[in-house]
């Protein structure tokens, strides 16, 4: 499991956990396609269920076919629109972050213009706070 996917994961599950998830009625194998619209396009369908399925288990448990049951889709889409799993779940982190980008870089990035380009912390030299013998 790389870096991105374990703080992703992290991230998800402690800040957007509640407002996401939303409890469903499950069917008799416990899988449903939850709130997703059957007339919303197959991709978006399978990266809003990608995301329901990552929130509630581990990313080596979810399964492509899981995905594509809960979005109501055939599993060999996930390999038309994003290749395999990975590139879902990398989609789905996209999609899902955009929003907070969006805003960091619009009015947070047009405010840091007026700093200045150098101060005083960057010239000196990194050193450790205490040396270590050899």
Known sequence: MTWLSVNFDFFMQNLLFEKILLPRPANSRGITMG????????????????????LA??????????????????????RYYFGNKEGLYEEMIRETLNPMLDVLDG???????????????????????????N
């Open 57 to 78: 288990d581990d990313y080596h448990r979810v399964t492509t076919r899981l995905i594509a049951e809960r979005a109501g889709a055939n599993a060999s889409m996930i």
């Open 107 to 133: 009015p947070m990035l047009a405010s840091s213009q007026d700093l200045p380009t150098s101060c005083a912390c960057t010239t000196t030299p990194w050193r450790p706070a205490r040396s270590f013998p």
């Open 35 to 54: 709130n997703l619209d059957s007339t919303e396009p197959v991709r978006a369908r399978l990266v809003r269920a990608a995301l329901d399925c990552f």
